[in-house]
């Protein structure tokens, strides 16, 4: 027998960040001419398949109860190392494969550092961010252009998806990880650990989970993600500079939150960063199209919609808290009446 689909507090953001997007874009469409077209839509996975692919990486960090803050310095330092070695001749397969074991081996040594000393995330992960930024000025404080032709063709390598629309290869990527990503959070074990850890970590252990060892693949999964995004973002600016991205953690923690991920953790679908970040990419179309506005507009309008989100997420966890007090206090009355028959 099928399930009726119903709104609940499980799925009301994830609903809610969807609605969002497709609200904004027939607002887009509605005001703006030339707004509703296939590329224009497809365009919005193109300008952020990077963020979707990193934010995607973040969302399990949060879920864990934890946070990550390198993201945006670790995408610059592999575009530096990127761009640096390419100009040095070594082979474009070589560098890639090389900034991906780069990405796993910072995420292990944060969550190492995270797991095993105790440490609190936002500050192994700050000075994360500070040693990949630092790391990327050590190698220039300039440009590097990326002229390889391998690098160069996957960059302007098109998809025809309908008519004369067309999808990068970064979006094809994006896409596989996010179906990757939310297979493992629902269908697989070390999904379901992590759900347990953010839902209560001290729970989790009595329950006979591997937290510590579970955290520390989080953060592996998440500075992947990072590398993978980098390599993607390289390919989008065919260039290396330590100032790219500068800030982009707090654009993947958004697109996270605005996706109905919980900043305490233990709630939310991992598809949801994927609508989060398109719903700030068409904000940012918008005022594109709208012509007279500071791109500081976007800015403004993602902070308006965080205040919102969280708001939002604040008053589940109000009613959460509240549900756990009612189901006590009968459990408790019904032991009570249950004791007061016996002696009876």
């Known amino acids: 027998m099928k399930k009726k689909f119903h709104i609940s507090q499980n799925n009301i953001t994830i609903i809610a960040t969807i609605l969002l997007f497709f609200l904004l874009f027939l607002f887009g469409s509605v005001t703006y001419k030339g707004f509703f077209s296939p590329q224009v839509f497809l365009n919005l996975f193109i300008d952020n398949a990077y963020l979707i692919t990193i934010a995607t990486g973040l969302s399990f960090v949060i879920i864990t109860g934890g946070i990550d803050l390198s993201v945006g310095a670790l995408v610059a330092l592999v575009s530096m190392i990127s761009a640096d070695l390419l100009n040095k001749g070594v082979h474009p397969v070589l560098v890639i494969v090389l900034v991906l074991i780069l990405g796993i081996v910072f995420g292990a040594f944060q969550g190492t550092l995270i797991c095993k000393f105790k440490i609190h995330p936002w500050i192994v992960t700050l000075g994360g961010m500070f040693l990949a930024r630092g790391t990327a000025y050590l190698i220039s404080t300039d440009s590097i252009v990326i002229t390889d032709e391998l690098f160069n063709n996957i960059s302007k390598f098109k998809i025809p998806v309908f008519g004369k629309s067309y999808v990068s290869v970064s979006v094809v990527i994006a896409l596989i990880v996010v179906m990757i990503a939310v297979y493992i959070s629902k269908y697989t074990e070390f999904g379901r650990s992590i759900y347990a850890i953010g839902g209560g970590e001290q729970s989790a252990l009595l329950m006979g989970l591997p937290v510590e060892q579970t955290k520390i693949l989080v953060y592996v999964f998440c500075s992947f993600c990072t590398a993978l995004g980098g390599l ?23 697109g996270c939150v605005v996706g109905g991920i919980l900043l305490t953790g233990g709630y939310g679908y991992v598809i949801g960063p994927l609508f989060g970040v398109l ?9 594109m199209f709208q012509g007279t506005l500071s791109s500081w507009w976007t800015k403004i309008a993602i902070g308006f919609l965080l205040l919102i989100f969280i708001t939002l997420q604040r008053v589940i966890v109000i009613q959460k808290e509240r549900n756990k007090t009612v189901i006590k206090t009968q459990r408790k009355t019904q032991k009570t009446q249950h004791n007061a028959q016996s002696i009876g």
């Not at 993607?232 to 993947?252: I, R, V």
């Not at 719903?279 to 005022?287: C, D, F, R």
């Open 279 to 287: 719903s700030m990419g068409v904000i940012q179309t918008i005022i």
């Open 232 to 254: 993607m973002f390289t390919f989008y600016m065919l260039s290396g500079y330590a100032l790219h991205c500068n800030g982009m953690e707090m654009d993947a923690i958004a």
